[in-house]
């Protein structure tokens, strides 16, 4: 996890709500079921979609992330997904 002492402030002076957001999050591959760890990128967009292979089964997903107040909303799809 990246220390949020490390990452640039808002103009204040004051860490961004995002800064202090966890860079990964538990998730459940869409294939197989394994409990994976996602890497997020909480100094990126509110809404960030992206493919990444699942480390168990080697499955590519859609990875779609959404920040709320601070909070990372993700929710992983298979290639059927549309």
Do not use: K, N
Request: contains cysteine; hydrophobic residues 35%.
């Amino acid at each position: 996890m990246t220390d949020f002492y490390d990452l640039p402030d808002d103009l204040d002076g004051e860490p961004r709500e995002r800064d202090l957001a966890d860079a990964a999050a538990m998730a459940s591959c869409p294939y197989c079921g394994a409990q994976v760890e996602v890497l997020l990128d909480p100094g990126g967009a509110a809404t960030q979609e992206y493919v990444e292979d699942c480390e168990v089964c080697c499955r590519p997903w859609t990875v779609r992330v959404r920040w709320v107040s601070g909070e990372a909303h993700i929710e992983l799809g298979t290639e059927d997904d549309a």
